[in-house]
Structures are given as structure tokens and as C-alpha cells.
């Protein structure tokens, strides 16, 4: 079976963290990509009506293309029959539920062959994350989920002033020394950084910043191509783009993997994955997507430079 | 019968649980309720009547209500029973308790030797292998069964899986780079072939007979969980925690109404992917569709996990062994709202909490939840509650919360919680019945069946004294009376599900449901209480023999 595994987003963080309104925003954000939006229940999660075409059950069909399927207790099930229910289905954004550890979740999705996991993203409420991280019976758990992350969502800035919001910024890089973190409103992100580049589309250039103030992460990136030479090492690769300097918060490349054809580089935040690739689409270039001014060209090219085989490594 | 005729039974004894009339040697019934106790003299004043004497040297106790079981035990007795003790079947047959590993495969050797089709799964449920030493079961034992067919067994706890090659290859899971804690991997690089927790479970569970399906709305597990409830005296047993849809109410609904049908369910709806309001309307749909034998309407809730599976939670110092704190199953802004909710309603909410701090964080949505609505006897109840303290037993009495304890796991995983999971002195005081009688605590307890075996008898047993599979006594202090004992498994559980005003007593207006027993439960030692011979039931005036269920 060399069919490309399905990415899994795990969006996890405690309730009125903004899952909802995440979810939401990347349904409407798909783009023709065909997304299997997987919640807890479509009462602690509801979609919003004007994107819902049908209803079956616990099945909503969005305009576009997408799924959206509430799991409840069956979540494994869930995931078992998706890829012969939606063989057109390119990627799954599992919402888990507030006190679940969204660690645990992508570890018992590793357990199915079709999937792997993309990224797990916490959402944080910029104005309570703190406290409840210090609460008797959730603190730990609030923990468990934040270090789990490979980037963290610090939503709802609008409701805390610049110190609050970098003081709540540096003790989240303690709580998960490896993780990005975005800062937002209202859950707005870059749809891209969670369900990827279109495959073919050109990728932004620098956008303007909407206003001053509040970063808004939706406008503060930067997308980068690179051409990207065959021969390049993906496994060391990888951990070069998800090291915490490189500035990368998602990037994809495609190179020959030894004898086992094309193969696929996905990093996002803190976390990297080589699968296998369809083959005949092989792309030469890395795209990579990072928060304006952090993204380090010449630390890309370096390290494309320094894990091609054709390259001597001067030493 | 004619529906109004009045029938008056002899017995040896009969214990009431009416303190006005304690003991009684007759009792008189007509329309399956119960007209009186007493002398045949004062009964007489009736009517036209007959006397019927088959208890004649019968022991009569109020019918057993059994306040926290799944009916899922009867579905289990169709897999292949491996524990590591005797355990009676809905038959009347007693599986004698595997001894070895060794044992564990022979019976599995012969069950697969009546299997037809070459390719069929091989079940079994029961398994306890802390009683083994320290050696693990490994997929290789049960390739010694069968490597065409799967094997899955799954433990006495229904936390763990073992299964055989076959079963791990048809998951997709007999492939190296598995990397998962609930999978542990041998030198080999691949699984062993135990599987722990829900998700690793599920990914087998299809291709060795465990599916959902073949769980959920199962009738003939529902007739053989009734048979098992006459063996045990059992006249009202609870189904706690069931996703109750349509087509599973209206079988049971079918079933329970049949004329021969011997025991009353109530089953519970759990609480699962559904908001409060959602849940509460719900149960109040389902409370208009009970019957006399089929009560709905209540809600399960869980907080957290379990406690042998380390996934309870746990208050400071946490486990003994030092592994970190389980897990929340429902956010405390949930719980809280559904207390609230469901209080306005009139609603019944049992919620399952097995650590200390699940206990302490019910106790806070509760008591919030409270003081926003003040609600009169509510009744909700802390199910299994195994380790909660002295405090929270008088906090408990405080909001009226009833506490349904479970001192089976004394017996079964005692020793267990003694020297890993929790340590000494919290093992000692687990379950902890006489704190909470003396607490003013509205108290029951219970098998949790399949988990353990249903039978309200040896539930009492164990509360009795609290006695350990290797001999060991944990916490004489907090022993209760046989006589304590027996009001828990009749009026105290009855109290829970707010059925006392029905049930757990014999006397006047009641409906007539009794356990008829051969020993007398006050006259046999404590130690044997668990031995006391049962003929049958008695449900609403319906005599059951256990000999023909």
C-alpha cells in the first residue's frame, strides 16, 4: 500500500479556548481541499448553519466538499471506517474534547496505518491559561495538553494588554520549550499553517499587517519557496527545519528517498514526518511558512545545502 | 391467576427490613404486591385465600437489588470464561477458576475444537494474570491454540486485551514501529499481544468478537443476565450506562414485558457527547417510556477512570507506585452544568467517581450547583467512590448525596491496591462502608457485573470482611454488620434509584419481590455469608426456582 497516509491535525485545549471558532474558520478556509472535520459532539461544537449543506445523522456535509462527523465514544471506529466511507477525503482535523490529552489521542492515531499524525495544536485562552494551569483538579491536565503541542494557539490576546500577553508568552515557551506560538484573536490563524498550501498554488508573499496592535497571526506570516535538490536527506532534514531557531512553523518538501521511490517531508512546529509520496507529482520545491521576520532564509538554504549528498561538507 | 386472589406464603423465616415488624413467618400477596406480614391468623382477615407452603423451610428476604451491574454480563457468558476463579454461569454451571497460564490455553484448546469454521474467532473474557507472577501473557500462548484463527481475551478488569498472531495481524498491528504505551512491544520489535486501554482495544475487538454491534442491544444476553439474576436473588438489577437508542429500548422494552420475564432493569443513560440539556431531555423522553420492568430516565456520568488502570484521579500523594494522574472523562464546567440542570428537572444523576479527587470535584459541581438551587432529595448518587475519606463522607451526608461502594474489589484486586496502586493505608480504609453509615451516608454497594460476579450476597460478604484474594483483612474498622450488610443490598440500593417507596423491604404495598434462600443470611458465620444457598426469586408474585431458569 503506497497510498500517501492522511494527515491528522489534533486540535486540542480546554473549553473556551476557541476550538469551535477554529474549527469553523478552517471549514471556511478549505478551499476546495476536502477535509474530514472530526468533534467530540456537535453540541459542545457547533458548526456553523450557513456552511452546512445536509445532515445525516451524525454526519454534516459543508459547502465545498467537507465532512464534519461527531465520534462521541466511537473515535477509533470513526477513524477506521473514514477512508472507505470518504475515499475523496485529504486530511482530518480531529477537535478533541476540553480535558482530553491531545498527546494521547495522536498517540492511538499512530495505531492506524492509514494516518499520520500532521500536528497537534492547543489552543490557550490568553486571559485564563495561566490560572487554570495552576487549578487543583485541571492543572495538570492543562499542562499535559500545552507540553503535547507542537503549536500552541495563544487566542483571545484582545482581552489582555502586550505585557500580560508576552509575560503569558514566555511561560508558555517553559510549559513546552519546543512549541510555536501564535498569538490571535478570535482563533484567526492562517488556515495554511494547520491544513497546508494547496498543492499547486503559489504560496503568499509577505501580506500586509491589518493593524497595528493585536497580532494577528492570519497576516503576520511569510511563505518561502526554495528549489530543492533531489538528493537532499529528508530524515536530516527534518529536524533541522523543526529545530526551535529555524523560525518554520510549516514546510513541505518532496525528494527521492533512497530505493523506495518519492517520499514526503512534513514539518510543522516541533514536529517532522517523512512518508511515502505519490508518485509521478514529485515537486521541487520546499515551501516553508513562518511568522514574518522569524523565518531565517539563509538558515534554510544552509541546511537544504547541508543535507544534499552531492554537497562536499566542508570540514 | 386470577388477579385478584390472595396467596398466603409459609416460610421458615422471613427477614423484612421493616423495623416495625422485623421477622415475620407468612406473607400475603395478591396482584404481585404484597398485602402484609405476620401470623397467618392476621393475614386471614384478607379474603378468600390459599396458602402455599414450597417455602415452607425457606428463608424469605426482600428481592436483591443489585445498584450498579451492566447487563453485558449476560452477553460475556457467551465467550469462553477464563478467571482465575469458580464463577457460575446463567446455567447454573460453575466454571471452575484457571490456575495457570497453562489452564488459561487447555480451556481455550477445547473451545476451539467445537469450532466449525476454520476461520472463526475464539473469545474469552475473565482473565486476571496478577495471579500468574509476574510473567506476562504473550501472543505465542495463544498461537498455541490457533495461528489461522483470532484469539482475543479480555480481563477481569475489561481494561486489557491479550490476543493471539492472527489477531494482531488482522488489526494491522503485527508490523514493527508500533509506538504506542498501550502496546507493548517484545524483543522482537513487535507487539506482544497485549492490548491495553479503549483505543488499542477497539482495533482488535471487530475480529475477535467484541465488536460494538455485537455488544450493544444484545437479547440474548439480556435473557441470560436475568437467569443470572434469579441464581442470585436478584428481583431489580441495574443496567448502568447504556447509550439506550431506539432499537435497543424497544427490544428491551419486548423482552423485560414477556410474562416469564423474572427481573426488573433500570438502565441508565450514559452521559456521553451530549450537553446537559441535550442529556436531560433525553432522559425525560425515556422516563415516559418506562414499564414496571423496564425503568428509565436516570442519567451516568463519568468523571474519571479506573483505578487499576491508573486512569482515576487521584488527590495528593497521587499513586503509589508513583505513575502520574489518571484522566478527567467530563469537564467540571459540564458536570457541574448537568447537576444543575438535571436537579431543576427532577432528573436523576448517578456519577461514577473511583479516586478521591473525582469524588472531591462531584462534591464541589454538586454543591455549587446547590447553593444556586437548593433541590430536596435528589438522590444523586457517587457510584464505586472507592477512596473517598472520613471528610467526604460527611460532606457527602451534608448534600444529600448517596454513596453506592464497591467492596468486591477488595476480594478481587485488594492485594493489588495494597501494594502498587495506592499503598496500605489507603487500601485499609477503600470503600469504606462503616464511615459512611456513621456519616449519616445513604449507602449501597454493588458487583459492578460483569467486572465482577453479579451477586449481592458475596458484594455483602466482602463489605462484611473485607477479606482479600490471598487472605489478607483490609481495615477491620471499617467492616459493617450482616445485618447493615443486607439493609445496603435491599433498601439501601432500592433508596439510590429512588425505588424504596416499591422495593427493599417486605411489607404492606410493596411489590412482592423476594430472594428465597436455603441458609438464614443471620444465623450462618459472617465468614460464609457468601455461601448461603439460593432457591430462586419471588418477583412480583411470580415464583422463579433457579433450578429451572
Known amino acids: 500500500m503506497t497510498r500517501e497516509p492522511l494527515p491528522v491535525t489534533v486540535v486540542g485545549g480546554y473549553l473556551g479556548a476557541g476550538k469551535t471558532t477554529l474549527v469553523n474558520h478552517l471549514l471556511r478556509s478549505a478551499d476546495g481541499r476536502r477535509i474530514a472535520v472530526l468533534v467530540n459532539d456537535f453540541g459542545a461544537t457547533p458548526i456553523d448553519r450557513d456552511l452546512i449543506v445536509a445532515t445525516d445523522g451524525d454526519t454534516l456535509e459543508i459547502s465545498g466538499g467537507c465532512v464534519c462527523c461527531s465520534y462521541g465514544s466511537d473515535l477509533m471506529e470513526t477513524l477506521m471506517a473514514l477512508p472507505q466511507q470518504r475515499p475523496d477525503v485529504e486530511r482530518v482535523v480531529l477537535e478533541v474534547s476540553g480535558v482530553a490529552l491531545p498527546g494521547m489521542v495522536a498517540n492511538a492515531v499512530t495505531l492506524l496505518e492509514p494516518y499520520r499524525i500532521d500536528a497537534i495544536v492547543v489552543l490557550a485562552d490568553a486571559e485564563t491559561v495561566e490560572r487554570q494551569a495552576d487549578d487543583t483538579y485541571l492543572g495538570d491536565t492543562i499542562q499535559r495538553q500545552l507540553a503535547a503541542a507542537d503549536l500552541i494557539v495563544l487566542n483571545r490576546c484582545d482581552l489582555v494588554d502586550d505585557i500580560a500577553r508576552d509575560r503569558t508568552i514566555a511561560w508558555l515557551a517553559d510549559q513546552a520549550p519546543d512549541a510555536r506560538v501564535l498569538p490571535t484573536t478570535h482563533a484567526r490563524i492562517a488556515p495554511e499553517l494547520l491544513i497546508g498550501l494547496r498543492d499547486g498554488s503559489t504560496p503568499r508573499r509577505p501580506a500586509t499587517p491589518q493593524a497595528l496592535g493585536v497580532p494577528d497571526a492570519a497576516t503576520l506570516y511569510d511563505a518561502l519557496e526554495f528549489d530543492m535538490p533531489s538528493d537532499v536527506d529528508l530524515q536530516e532534514l527534518g529536524p533541522l527545519l523543526a529545530a526551535p531557531g529555524s523560525g518554520v512553523l510549516r514546510a513541505k518538501g518532496m525528494a527521492r528517498d533512497g530505493s523506495r521511490g518519492i517520499a514526503a517531508l512534513h514539518v510543522v512546529g516541533r514536529r517532522f514526518s517523512v512518508d511515502p509520496a505519490p508518485s509521478g507529482g514529485a515537486s521541487t520545491k520546499l515551501v516553508v511558512i513562518g511568522l514574518r521576520n522569524h523565518l531565517d532564509h539563509h538558515a534554510i538554504s544552509d541546511a537544504l545545502r547541508k543535507t544534499s549528498s552531492k554537497q562536499e561538507t566542508p570540514c | ?549
Open chain 2, 1 to 549: 391467576m386470577s388477579s385478584d386472589k390472595v396467596t398466603i406464603y409459609r416460610a421458615r423465616r422471613i427477614l423484612t427490613m421493616n423495623p416495625a415488624r422485623p421477622e415475620a413467618t407468612h406473607v400475603a400477596v395478591r396482584d404481585g404486591r404484597i398485602l402484609g406480614t405476620g401470623p397467618l391468623e392476621e393475614l386471614q382477615g384478607w379474603g378468600p385465600h390459599s396458602v402455599d407452603d414450597r417455602f415452607a423451610d425457606k428463608v424469605l428476604m426482600p428481592g436483591l437489588v443489585e445498584g450498579h451491574s451492566h447487563t453485558s454480563e449476560g452477553t460475556f457468558w457467551r465467550y469462553c470464561y477464563l478467571g482465575r476463579f469458580d464463577r457460575m454461569d446463567p446455567d447454573g454451571k460453575v466454571w471452575p477458576g484457571a490456575a495457570s497460564i497453562d489452564d488459561v490455553v487447555a480451556r481455550l484448546q477445547d473451545e476451539e475444537r467445537k469450532l466449525a469454521a476454520a476461520d472463526q474467532s475464539l473469545s474469552g473474557w475473565g482473565l486476571d494474570p496478577i495471579y500468574y507472577g509476574d510473567r506476562r501473557i504473550v501472543r505465542a500462548d495463544f498461537d498455541r491454540v490457533s495461528t489461522r484463527r483470532p484469539i482475543g481475551v479480555i480481563h477481569a478488569s475489561g481494561h486489557i486485551f491479550n490476543v493471539n498472531s492472527r489477531a494482531l495481524e488482522l488489526a494491522g498491528l503485527l508490523r514493527p514501529g508500533v509506538n504506542h504505551p498501550g502496546v507493548p512491544l517484545g524483543e522482537d520489535g513487535l507487539p506482544t499481544g497485549e492490548l491495553k486501554g479503549p483505543d488499542a482495544m477497539t482495533l482488535v475487538g471487530k475480529h475477535v468478537g467484541f465488536d460494538r454491534e455485537a455488544l450493544a442491544n444484545d437479547e440474548p444476553g439480556l435473557r441470560r443476565f436475568a437467569r443470572l439474576c434469579v441464581r442470585q436473588g436478584v428481583t431489580t438489577a441495574t443496567d448502568l450506562a447504556n447509550l439506550l437508542p431506539d432499537d435497543a429500548v424497544a427490544m428491551m422494552q419486548r423482552v423485560t414485558g414477556e410474562a416469564q420475564f423474572p427481573v426488573r432493569i433500570v438502565s441508565f443513560r450514559r452521559f456521553q457527547a451530549l450537553t446537559p440539556e441535550q442529556a436531560v431531555e433525553i432522559a425525560l423522553k425515556l422516563k415516559e417510556q418506562s414499564t414496571d420492568r423496564l425503568r428509565l430516565g436516570a442519567i451516568k456520568l463519568f468523571v474519571d477512570g479506573s483505578i487499576q488502570g491508573f486512569s482515576a484521579r487521584l488527590r495528593w500523594p497521587g499513586y503509589y507506585n508513583g505513575a502520574p494522574n489518571g484522566l478527567w472523562y467530563t469537564p467540571p464546567e459540564t458536570i457541574a452544568g448537568l447537576y444543575r440542570l438535571a436537579l431543576q428537572k427532577g432528573v436523576l444523576v448517578h456519577s461514577h467517581t473511583n479516586g478521591d479527587q473525582a469524588t472531591e470535584m462531584a462534591l464541589d459541581c454538586l454543591e455549587g450547583a446547590l447553593r444556586e438551587r437548593p433541590a430536596y432529595d435528589h438522590r444523586f448518587t457517587l457510584q464505586h467512590c472507592q477512596l473517598a475519606d472520613a471528610a467526604q463522607f460527611r460532606r457527602m451526608s451534608r448534600l444529600g448525596l448517596c454513596a453506592n461502594l464497591f467492596p468486591n474489589h477488595h476480594f478481587y484486586w485488594g492485594d493489588q491496591h495494597y501494594e502498587t496502586t495506592v499503598g496500605p493505608e489507603r487500601a485499609l480504609r477503600m470503600n469504606a462502608c462503616a464511615t459512611a453509615l456513621v456519616s449519616g451516608v445513604a449507602l449501597a454497594i454493588h458487583s459492578d457485573a460483569p467486572v465482577t460476579p453479579l451477586g449481592p450476597l458475596f458484594t455483602a460478604w466482602c463489605a462484611v470482611n473485607r477479606r482479600t484474594a490471598s487472605g489478607r483483612t483490609l481495615g477491620t474498622s471499617e467492616c459493617i454488620s450482616v445485618a447493615d450488610a443486607l439493609r445496603t443490598i435491599t433498601l439501601g440500593a432500592a433508596w439510590t434509584l429512588k425505588l424504596d417507596g416499591e422495593l427493599g423491604s417486605i411489607e404492606v404495598g410493596k411489590r412482592a419481590d423476594f430472594a428465597v434462600l436455603e441458609d438464614d443470611p443471620l444465623e450462618i458465620a459472617p465468614e460464609d455469608l457468601k455461601d448461603v444457598r439460593i432457591w430462586g426469586t419471588v418477583q412480583a408474585g411470580r415464583p422463579f426456582p433457579a433450578a429451572s431458569a
